[in-house]
């Protein structure tokens, strides 16, 4: 044999060559192995391994791409013994804590192997990352070993993700540099997944929302955070997407304020990353977990019952946030069912919402689509629900919806000759409402004195009836003098009124 002249030669010039020589040394060693029987290759197995390990863990791309060449004819050649004589060696140098350059060599080496033997080797090296306490260094290897096995490191979620997740929750301590790489560990494992690997994953990571520990909920919540950014450009996971709301939305009321704080962060996500015309389908979905969840809140022992509830997902600083878009989505551009879906929606989480945390920005920002939409030709119910959410947002807003009042008022006058009446009587709640904030009082105390005489409009479509329009117009006039009526300047306001309801009863 000629292989005891032919190896020294090769593995000499792999040691002393630049990377296009070193690419050359594997390709020889391919074809060697290659015209070689099995018993000439077990002959000299220790110094062939060498060379070919040395290639494996090499600095340069290109030489550690054949060598994973070289490695997968030896293997076809001699099978595991390839693999037994190679990776144990790695996974010892992958352990050296005082030696950087030997131990990103070892990785090099193990990834060179994975990227064409990962089904085989796998179930061999990934225990021994995930063993705890996870070690940077492992977590490191993981975060590598990701990036060239998406196809098959999947099958191993039920063994990783339960692995990262203990760590972060209970295992971290103070080392921030290790916690920081086994965060990183994880955004590269969920990035780097197959396809395929995205319901599996989806479904390992929520199995731990529900557990009886905050600290494993908590990180649970941040891993779909994570799966929502890792995978925002794949859009693979949009199938498991009521999955993910499900989860983020019971956390809402967790007794834990760090797992309510992680839940609503991740729907942050989800919302940002999500078109909002996709999660618009699931508002119904989301109203019905809500309206679940509050009614068991209420009921258990030391629940409110029927008092005031406030969800302690939305009472926090920007608590509501995440869910506005979708809700914005729904009302602007919804089906009919969505839009009244949307619109109660709204009101719903804003009534679970404290006034301190809707101040500001955050009350304008629901009012002005409902103000935009509620004058379509849209059904009587979807104007319901929109009347009855904006009633919401003026006892919720106060004096930061001061500058709306004209809208507000131009919009419920509108209402009172709408054909339905429920949507005539939400108008005329809505219009007493309005009475605190309203500081000019006598325009339209002259406006709906003027449409209970029926001079004003007979309705949106000509069918409201002028009876109907100034009985509705009427009992609004009384609820604005009632609510308001002490802020009337001009002295023929009151009076007038007075006449008019004299001549309708007369």
């Not at 594997?26 to 000299?44: A, H, P």
């Not at 929502?228 to 693979?236: C, S, V």
Request: glycine share 8%; with cysteine.
């Amino acid at each position: 044999s000629v292989l005891p002249e032919i190896i020294p030669v090769l593995r000499n010039s792999l040691y002393d060559g630049d990377s296009n020589t070193k690419r050359g040394v594997c390709v020889g060693l391919s074809e060697v192995i290659g015209s070689s029987t099995k018993d000439q290759i077990l002959r000299f197995i220790d110094i062939i391994v060498k060379v070919v390990q040395d290639a494996l863990c090499d600095d340069e791309p290109g030489v550690r791409e054949m060598a994973a060449s070289s490695f997968q004819n030896l293997y076809n050649l001699v099978g595991n013994r390839a693999m037994d004589e190679v990776v144990p060696a790695l996974m010892v140098a992958l352990e050296s804590t005082d030696d950087d350059i030997r131990r990103d060599r070892a990785l090099n080496g193990l990834t060179g192997i994975l990227s064409i033997r990962s089904k085989e080797l796998l179930p061999y090296i990934i225990p021994r990352l995930i063993q705890q306490p996870i070690t940077e260094n492992h977590a490191r290897a993981l975060s590598s070993i990701a990036t060239v096995t998406s196809t098959t490191l999947y099958f191993h979620f039920r063994t990783i993700v339960p692995s990262l997740l203990e760590f972060l929750a209970f295992g971290s301590g103070d080392d921030k540099e290790c916690v920081a790489a086994v965060r990183d560990c994880v955004r590269s494992v969920f990035g780097n997944a197959d396809e395929a690997g995205v319901n599996m994953l989806i479904s390992e990571v929520s199995s731990n929302c529900t557990s009886d520990k905050p600290e494993a909920r908590r990180e649970s919540c941040w891993m779909l955070e994570t799966v929502i950014e890792a995978r925002k450009d794949a859009k693979d996971f949009y199938e498991q997407t009521p999955v993910i709301i499900r989860e983020l939305i019971q956390r809402f009321n967790d007794d834990n304020m760090d797992v309510v704080k992680a839940a609503n962060k991740a729907f942050a996500a989800l919302s940002k990353y999500v078109p909002a015309e996709e999660l618009a389908q699931h508002i119904e979905y989301m109203r019905n977990l809500i309206n679940s969840m509050v009614s068991d809140a209420r009921r258990r022992k030391g629940g409110v019952g029927d008092g005031e509830f406030f969800l302690p997902g939305f009472n926090i600083p920007k608590g509501l946030e995440p869910l506005l878009p979708i809700y914005q989505r729904g009302i602007l551009y919804g089906t009919p069912t969505i839009r009244e879906a949307s619109a109660a929606g709204l009101g719903e989480v804003i009534n679970l919402t404290s006034s301190k945390y809707l101040a500001g920005p955050l009350i304008i920002k629901m009012t002005g689509p409902l103000l935009r939409i509620v004058g379509d030709r849209n059904p009587a119910n979807v104007k319901i629900s929109i009347l009855s959410t904006l009633g919401l947002i003026l006892v919720k807003g106060g004096p930061a919806l001061r500058a709306f009042v004209p809208q507000f008022q131009t919009t419920f006058v509108k209402a009172l000759s709408d054909p339905s009446r429920q949507v005539r009587l939400e108008a005329i709640t809505a219009l007493g409402l309005l009475m605190p904030l309203s500081t000019r009082v006598d325009p339209l105390i002259k406006e709906l004195v003027t449409g209970s005489l029926g001079k004003g409009s007979t309705g949106a479509d000509g069918t409201g009836g002028v009876v109907v329009v100034q009985t509705a117009t009427l009992e609004a006039l009384a609820v604005v003098l009632e609510k308001g009526g002490n802020k009337a300047k001009l002295p023929e306001s009151v009076p007038s009124a007075l006449q008019a309801s004299a001549t309708l009863i007369l």
